[in-house]
């Protein structure tokens, strides 16, 4: 039987518990340089010291227009690596394994002056109107995130997300809604996420596992739905991807009849359905802090790892205080065990 804190390996990524910090982006990077500070140092490593299995930093851009704001953390220059190791490191020192979330935010990057896309399709009328990519600029894209991810293993971490999910560039790619393109890169729509999987791959070690976040449903009328979204991860896990975070929305405004349920576990039964369709581990993700629902999410075999986000920015201690509700045992800093 498999609960929260039994160990979990694939590949070379061993962890000590199932818990994972999702990605959450802190926008508080000084001087718009995409560079961590040490905002980010002890935000990451206090969610490390507070017994997380893995940490998975923040969507991090592949150039400065991909980010969302400018407060974004980047690697689209080895100047950013240090202060990135900084954090695995210590992360590390603490026993939590570190990922990292690499991605573009293409039309919904609200800083850039002309955001990019594969369609000058807005995403709503607050948005600017991007433009269109070239297919040259695609494919020139694809290297940017090579380079991107062979930074990310330089600075140490032991797994790679993807961030095709949320609406932003490879989301909008494979969408139907958002990529209009006539190029191969239309007639493929998975073409330019695989590409970057298959880039991504040849700069990790071939044993270091890749993790990719998806949305797993669409809420804006005619958007894809659970069947699609097997298909087109099951293309994406044919290119190379080990592992799906499994979330959902993101890709437009949606009307009030589209809006997704916000209850307790609400994307549990899409990560499900990614798991039992392709026979892959899953990530879920979504309103999982109690830690009684969380357990049982990995007792149930719904997923194989389970995400807590925004009850992590609540309580960095939350695995330690989920241990001592489930009466797990964990291993808790010395400093620290007289508190529990
Ligand atoms: C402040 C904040 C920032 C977020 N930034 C990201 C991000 O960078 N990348 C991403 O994929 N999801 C991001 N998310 C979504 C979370 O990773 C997570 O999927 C979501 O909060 C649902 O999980 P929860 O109910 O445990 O918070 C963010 C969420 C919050 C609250």
């Given at each position: 039987?498999?609960d929260?804190?039994s160990?979990?390996?694939?590949?070379s990524?061993e962890?000590k518990?199932?818990i994972i910090?999702p990605?959450?982006?802190?926008?508080s990077?000084?001087n718009?340089?995409?560079?961590?500070?040490?905002w980010?140092?002890?935000h990451y490593?206090s969610?490390?010291?507070?017994g997380?299995?893995?940490?998975?930093?923040?969507?991090?851009?592949?150039?400065?227009?991909?980010r969302i704001s400018?407060?974004?953390l980047?690697?689209?220059?080895?100047?950013?690596i240090?202060a990135l190791?900084?954090i695995v490191?210590?992360?590390?020192?603490?026993?939590?394994?570190v990922?990292?979330q690499?991605?573009h935010a293409g039309?919904k990057?609200?800083d850039a002056?002309?955001?990019?896309a594969?369609?000058?399709?807005?995403?709503?009328e607050?948005?600017k109107t991007?433009?269109?990519?070239?297919t040259?600029e695609v494919?020139?894209?694809?290297?940017k995130?090579?380079?991107?991810?062979g930074?990310?293993?330089r600075a140490g971490?032991?797994?790679?997300?993807?961030?095709?999910a949320?609406g932003y560039?490879?989301?909008?790619?494979?969408s139907p809604?958002?990529?209009?393109r006539?190029?191969e890169?239309?007639?493929?729509?998975?073409?330019f996420?695989?590409?970057?999987i298959?880039?991504?791959?040849?700069?990790?070690?071939?044993?270091m596992?890749?993790?990719?976040?998806?949305?797993a449903?669409?809420?804006?009328?005619?958007g894809?739905?659970?069947?699609?979204s097997?298909v087109?991860?099951?293309?994406?896990?044919k290119a190379?991807?080990?592992?799906f975070?499994?979330?959902?929305?993101?890709e437009?405004p949606?009307?009030?009849?589209?809006?997704p349920?916000?209850h307790?576990?609400?994307q549990?039964p899409l990560?499900?359905?990614?798991?039992k369709?392709l026979?892959v581990?899953?990530?879920?993700?979504?309103?999982?802090?109690d830690p009684?629902?969380?357990n049982a999410?990995?007792g149930?075999?719904?997923a194989?790892?389970?995400?807590?986000g925004?009850g992590m920015l609540?309580?960095?201690y939350?695995s330690l205080?989920?241990a001592?509700?489930?009466?797990?045992e964990t291993?808790i800093?010395?400093?620290?065990?007289?508190g529990?």
């Amino acid at each position: 039987m498999k609960d929260l804190f039994s160990p979990y390996k694939y590949k070379s990524l061993e962890l000590k518990n199932r818990i994972i910090m999702p990605p959450m982006c802190q926008y508080s990077v000084d001087n718009k340089d995409g560079v961590a500070t040490d905002w980010h140092y002890l935000h990451y490593v206090s969610r490390a010291i507070g017994g997380a299995g893995m940490i998975i930093i923040e969507m991090t851009d592949v150039e400065p227009d991909g980010r969302i704001s400018d407060f974004d953390l980047g690697l689209w220059s080895d100047e950013q690596i240090p202060a990135l190791q900084r954090i695995v490191d210590a992360c590390h020192s603490y026993g939590a394994k570190v990922g990292i979330q690499i991605g573009h935010a293409g039309r919904k990057a609200e800083d850039a002056e002309v955001p990019v896309a594969p369609s000058a399709i807005p995403f709503d009328e607050n948005f600017k109107t991007p433009r269109a990519l070239s297919t040259t600029e695609v494919k020139e894209m694809v290297e940017k995130f090579r380079k991107a991810v062979g930074r990310a293993v330089r600075a140490g971490f032991d797994s790679i997300e993807i961030h095709g999910a949320h609406g932003y560039l490879i989301h909008q790619f494979h969408s139907p809604l958002t990529n209009k393109r006539t190029d191969e890169y239309g007639e493929n729509p998975t073409q330019f996420g695989r590409e970057i999987i298959q880039a991504a791959k040849a700069e990790m070690p071939d044993d270091m596992p890749l993790i990719m976040r998806i949305s797993a449903m669409e809420y804006v009328e005619g958007g894809y739905g659970i069947e699609e979204s097997i298909v087109f991860a099951g293309e994406y896990q044919k290119a190379g991807v080990d592992i799906f975070d499994v979330s959902s929305g993101g890709e437009g405004p949606i009307a009030a009849s589209g809006r997704p349920g916000t209850h307790a576990a609400y994307q549990v039964p899409l990560a499900k359905e990614i798991k039992k369709g392709l026979d892959v581990p899953v990530i879920a993700v979504g309103r999982l802090d109690d830690p009684i629902l969380a357990n049982a999410v990995i007792g149930n075999e719904e997923a194989d790892l389970v995400a807590v986000g925004r009850g992590m920015l609540r309580n960095p201690y939350w695995s330690l205080e989920a241990a001592a509700k489930l009466k797990q045992e964990t291993a808790i800093p010395k400093q620290y065990t007289t508190g529990f």
